[in-house]
């Protein structure tokens, strides 16, 4: 597993694609505007940034395609770990349209061309 802290090239980001055949799990920290990609679970991703000392709520599964790039069909969201009634979120998708909207500004900040 790898946190992305910096910008990554497009074509450095399709190497992740290769564990699950053009598909990098991924889990955004929307706070810190980092993401961990490379795990086989999104639970993975997420227990590596909590020890990094992201905080739960700030979270976020999503799926990238790395083929669609730069669609916006490139980031699906879709994770048992964004299930949260607690926070508002009763599905696995991503419920609150302005923290959608943070995690794609966070994932074209660090993958770009």
């Known amino acids: 597993m790898k946190i992305i802290k910096e910008k990554v090239s497009i074509q450095e980001f399709k190497k992740f694609a290769e564990i699950f055949d053009g598909l990098v799990k991924a889990v955004v920290d929307i706070e ?9 679970l999104h639970s993975d991703e997420e227990a590596f940034l909590l020890q990094e000392g992201s905080k739960h709520q700030n979270l976020w599964g999503i799926n990238l395609y790395p083929e669609k790039y730069p669609d916006k069909d490139w980031v ?38």
């Open 32 to 40: 810190n505007e980092i993401m961990a990609v490379g795990g086989e």
């Open 76 to 113: 699906e969201f879709d994770s048992i770990i964004n299930l949260r009634p607690s926070l508002g979120n009763k599905t696995r998708g991503v419920d609150n349209s302005e923290i959608r909207k943070k995690i794609v500004e966070v994932v074209n900040k660090l993958v770009v061309k």
